[in-house]
């Protein structure tokens, strides 16, 4: 016969091959005996002993008792009563109410044998247990206790103790085992149902074990409760080699604290099943050699810690497992669950005899140092997995490359999640090789992060070309007066598609407004305009994937045109200068975001020489050529995943010929139009725009032949006031404008 070291205690004797409680004689001798009848005891009553047969009932409403001995019968004790510890049996109820039961001179508080126990907001203690419940013989049912409504219980070995076949059930209360060496609750082949509650031991929470005298599976089903082992483990399962049984575990919405950062010991042989639902758990899990534990995450359960030894885990739903040092596990299974390999700068092996399922596994590389998380299945790979690998902006050297998992066969297939992992200016795709699956350095393609620093080093040039003022809407506006002088407003919206073969592939939205005023100058023959201008531009850029960019720009300037009204000849010029506001915005392969920004300055100038050519019925024709410079100044700044960019100025040099052509028509009330077309082409001289992301260089390359076509239509409302709107349409080898589109309005002095 087996006996735990702490079952051996005074307050107990020998029924053929099981431990009773019992009440000391001494108490017993002075006892106050009821048989088969009823008593009430209330205040002012005497402070006495009782002991109840045969059916009796004893009442203790807002007095005080000793020792209470039951044998068949009933209990009530109410609300501000005090009595010492109360010990029943044969079917005996006891409810206590608001009551306070202090066991002392080695007595538990309150003894169930083979009886039932309703305490509700009371507060129950004992030198031993603060409540045990158990059976009288192996013939006999189990006892029950129900704890209810903030009670407390006590005990300096448990706060409550059960044998084989007996269940309590807590609600909203406290158990505690106050002793260093102490449980919270002790089980012994019994049953508990926890809600709502706190369990504490000195030792560990819960200690489940055998009970020799019946052996029976053991359940602990915890809901919204919290288990502590003081300085052990939250929950010990040591059956002591005496038999083979089971444990079934069911945590939910709860939480194990253990001093030894142990959350289950499973010990002596024992079969433990473990189901944690919605729960968090920050701990180890550890079965002993010849204990087999089978453990469940599901219902968003996440669990951090050590697995050692076990035999199986599932990890359903958005569960997730994550490591903390190497583990292993002898069968592993994926039901949209995943394993996360810790830190992303610390790398470990989990070993996985078996492996089937579906799910995700989060891992680390580190291509410079050729260190990575692996997952290494020694037997059966089954299913279909997916890589998440972690990001960097750091930049690995080109290498060998990098086992992340290792088979020994099977039909496993794994990808990785968005087909790539981001290090550094590359993203890497994974392949598979013999039995192994790897990172392979050749499949390299250029990585969002760096992406998206060669897009914002592009985009100030066609952001400074979309501001500026349309030239063929202004001469018409300034031909309608004459030449005079005024104040102009313009908004517009233009759409870039700049292709991957400029260095990288990305789209531009841009918007803004110039705000301007100019004078007459009479100066020679012609007519002079001088005059300021101002605005603000804002870019968006969509690198696909959820990376994306914006360009906020921010210019002033100044303009001259002169005109011939005589030969039709004239020229016009604009300087601008500018400031660039530029911020990256980067979703990365693992789903994790980066971001970097940085201001820069630009100038530019642009001249176009034309003649206006009149026919008859008012049709005209206005050959053009047009010639722009810019320079955008250079910049060093970084992504805070440590990707670092470092941009030489950006220069364009266009160059355009064309012609327009239309026809002004004059209207009722004095309002004239003149509607016209535009065809030209254009060159882009500048091809050398170098930009380094890490340790890599590229270059911006928007050079060669664009062909251009605009339509607008200009109009003079009355003598001062003009109105205008044009379209322009643009494609080249490498850069592409779908559409561009401004509305102005001009009033003359």
């Not at 920050?282 to 469940?296: P, R």
């Not at 001062?720 to 309005?745: C, I, R, V």
Request: charged fraction near 15%; glycine fraction near 12%.
């Amino acid at each position: 016969m087996h006996f735990h070291s702490k079952r051996l205690h005074a307050s107990f004797f020998m029924t053929g091959t099981l431990c009773v409680p019992f009440l000391a004689l001494s108490t017993l001798a002075t006892a106050a005996p009821v048989v088969g009848g009823t008593a009430t005891v209330t205040n002012g009553d005497a402070v006495e002993s009782w002991f109840l047969s045969q059916n009796a009932t004893l009442n203790v409403n807002n007095a005080q008792t000793l020792a209470i001995d039951a044998d068949s019968s009933t209990v009530n004790v109410t609300a501000g009563s005090s009595t010492q510890g109360i010990a029943v049996r044969n079917n005996s109820t006891v409810s206590l109410n608001g009551a306070t039961v202090t066991g002392s001179g080695g007595q538990s508080g309150l003894q169930l044998v083979s009886s039932q126990g309703n305490v509700n907001n009371s507060t129950v203690s004992g030198d031993f247990y603060g409540i045990s419940a158990v059976r009288f013989s192996t013939t006999q049912a189990g006892s029950t206790v129900n704890i209810t409504g903030n009670s407390t219980i006590t005990g300096a070995d448990a706060g409550a103790f059960a044998s084989s076949h007996s269940l309590i059930n807590v609600t909203d209360s406290t158990i505690e085992g106050t002793a260093a060496t102490g449980y919270g609750l002790w089980l012994q082949s019994a049953g508990s149902v926890a809600t709502n509650s706190t369990i504490i031991g000195g030792q560990n929470g819960v200690f489940i074990e055998l009970d020799p005298t019946g052996v029976a599976p053991a359940t602990l089903n915890l809901d919204n409760t919290t288990v502590q082992g003081r300085s052990g483990s939250a929950i010990l399962v040591d059956f002591d080699n005496v038999t083979r049984s089971t444990a079934t575990l069911t945590l939910t919405n709860s939480s194990l604290l253990a001093g030894n950062d142990t959350l289950l010991e499973v010990k002596g042989g024992a079969d433990v099943s473990m189901t944690v639902n919605g729960s968090t758990l920050n701990g180890n899990i550890v079965t002993e050699t010849g204990s087999t534990l089978g453990l469940t995450l599901q219902n968003n359960s996440v669990l951090t810690g050590r697995l050692e030894n076990v035999a199986s885990a599932t990890i359903n739903d958005t569960s997730q497992w994550v490591l903390v040092n190497n583990s292993q596990v002898e069968k592993l299974v994926l039901n949209g669950g995943s394993v996360k390999f810790g830190a992303d700068n610390a790398f470990y092996q989990l070993n996985v005899t078996d492996l089937s399922g579906s799910g995700r596994f989060i891992m680390g590389a580190d291509l410079a140092t050729g260190q990575a998380d692996v997952l290494n299945v020694t037997g059966t790979a089954s299913g279909a997995h997916e890589l998440l690998i972690a990001s960097s902006g750091t930049e690995p050297p080109a290498g060998q490359p990098i086992t992340v998992v290792k088979t020994n066969g099977g039909n496993a297939q794994f990808s990785l999640l968005g087909n790539v992992a981001d290090k550094g200016t590359y993203s890497y795709a994974l392949a598979k090789s013999g039995n192994d699956w790897i990172l392979d350095p050749s499949t390299r393609i250029v990585s969002p992060g760096a992406r998206s620093v060669l897009a914002l080093f592009n985009t100030p040039l066609p952001t400074w070309y979309g501001e500026l003022t349309s030239l063929r809407t202004r001469m018409g506006e300034l031909r309608f007066n004459g030449g005079k002088g005024g104040a102009w407003g313009r908004t517009y919206g233009n759409k870039y598609e700049i292709a991957d073969g400029s260095g990288v592939g990305y789209q531009q939205t841009q918007r803004g407004f110039t705000l301007g005023a100019d004078a007459a100058l009479h100066v020679g023959d012609g007519q002079w305009l001088v005059g300021v201008m101002g605005g603000h531009s804002t870019s968006d850029l969509d690198l696909n994937a959820g990376t994306s960019g914006n360009s906020d720009s921010y210019y002033f300037g100044t303009y001259a045109t002169w005109l011939d009204a005589t030969s039709g000849y004239y020229a016009d010029a604009v300087l601008k200068v500018n400031r660039f506001r530029n911020e990256a915005k980067v979703r990365l392969s693992d789903g994790a975001r980066a971001k970097g920004n940085y201001d820069t300055t630009g100038l530019g100038g642009s001249v176009e020489f034309g003649r206006h050519i009149k026919f008859d019925d008012s049709y005209f024709v206005e050959p053009f050529t047009k010639w722009s410079a810019v320079v955008i100044q250079g910049k060093n700044f970084s992504l805070d995943n440590d990707l670092q960019a470092d941009g030489d100025r950006a220069r364009s040099l266009l160059g355009e010929v064309g012609m327009t052509a239309g026809r002004n028509f004059k209207m009722e009330n004095d309002i004239e139009l003149q509607p016209y077309l535009r065809v030209a082409g254009a060159y882009e001289f500048e091809k050398n725009n170098k930009v380094q992301v890490n340790d890599n260089v590229f270059k911006n390359n928007l050079s060669g032949a664009r062909g251009n076509v605009g339509a607008g239509i200009a109009a003079s409302m009355t003598e001062s006031l003009q109105m205008h709107a044009d379209y322009e349409y643009s494609k080249g080898k490498n850069f592409k404008q779908p559409g561009g589109l401004t509305l102005g309005l001009r009033y003359a002095f």
